[in-house]
């Protein structure tokens, strides 16, 4: 994926993702360019998969590409340096350049355009946007520096033409405390390792989701996972580290192999004495009952005999 860079104002670069980008000194332009010798509608960028060219709109406007005037068309490459009136802009593939370097200089970004060497003293960019997704699996993903805007409008320094995404959908803001993202009020929401956030500071590993859109944040400093290895324990920190429970629970028992005999269960005094007060009371009706029945015959047989 291509990028077009600005030498000589203060626009963000712009990733050229979009089939056509109108350039032009009038407002309805996909990219106004206030420099003299820009007329209303000045040139087109159309793009065709890995094919970038460049097509003048007007004819009175003056294009040139590495110094040769373009009459009508040019096919763009990387390291093609594009004058529009007064205006500069430069085509350049991150891929092939290396560590991030300062473009603010336009004596820098022509010589840096076609360098793959990083200069001495100067660091890649400290934050980095791995896609998750296969729609941009072209894409190796994308630096973080300074501050960043994501969305689909063409103003933004992360332009992703996907209709979920809101114009200006989140910021990102790198300083030497860190990367911090910020949604800016969009609809569809901007996600950390799956909660729904407002401004968060990130770190190396999180996932970053805009709706369906998923990136990997990675730290320059901390590309890959290290596991810290603690030294080993000498027998003394390791008898200090197991608790008495746990030496207790481990001593095997005195009596291992030996089957204890079944514990029956005992009657407490309480029960004993229910017991014994129903046995008394069974023992009262018995006697009552045979005693009634006994009358019952001494009567009978005095009634007969008289």
């Keep these: 994926m291509l990028q077009l860079r600005f030498t000589n104002s203060a626009k963000p670069a712009m990733w050229l993702v979009a089939p056509k980008y109108t350039f032009g000194s009038k407002h309805d332009c996909d990219c106004v360019l206030a420099q003299p010798g820009v007329v209303e509608h000045h040139a087109d960028i159309i793009v065709e998969g890995e094919a970038v060219s460049l097509v003048r709109i007007d004819g009175s406007a003056i294009i040139q590409v590495n110094g040769h005037t373009v009459a009508a068309s040019q096919v763009l ?17 991150p891929k092939q350049e ?45 630096d973080l520096h300074g501050t960043m805007l994501l969305g689909r409008s063409k103003e933004c320094d992360i332009c992703i033409p996907a209709s979920h995404l809101s114009r200006k959908h989140a910021k990102f803001i790198v300083t030497d405390a860190g990367l ?32 369906t859109l998923r990136f990997r944040v990675e730290a320059a400093s901390n590309v890959e996972d290290v596991t810290t290895l603690r030294a ?75």
């Design 180 to 211: 911090t993202v910020e949604d800016l009020g969009s609809s569809n929401g901007t996600f950390i390792n799956g909660a729904r956030i407002e401004r968060i500071s990130l770190h190396h590993g999180d996932e970053v989701s805009f709706d």
């Design 77 to 93: 490459k990387p390291g093609d340096l594009i004058s529009m009136g007064e205006a500069e802009l430069a085509i350049a593939d």
């Design 98 to 142: 290396g560590p991030k370097r300062d473009f603010s200089d336009k004596t820098n970004l022509r010589s840096a355009l076609n360098l793959k060497s990083v200069p001495e003293g100067e660091a890649e960019a400290p934050w980095h946007l791995r896609p998750l997704n296969t729609t941009l699996a072209k894409s190796d993903g994308f």
């Design 232 to 306: 080993a324990l000498d027998e003394t920190q390791i008898r200090q580290a197991v608790t008495p429970k746990q030496i207790e629970r481990q001593k095997p028992s005195s009596g291992a192999g030996r089957k204890s005999p079944p514990v029956r269960p005992r009657l407490s005094s309480a029960s004993t004495g229910r017991s014994n007060d129903d046995s008394s009371a069974d023992t009262i009706k018995l006697l009552l009952g045979a005693g009634i029945v006994i009358g019952v015959v001494a009567w009978l047989a005095w009634f007969l005999l008289t």
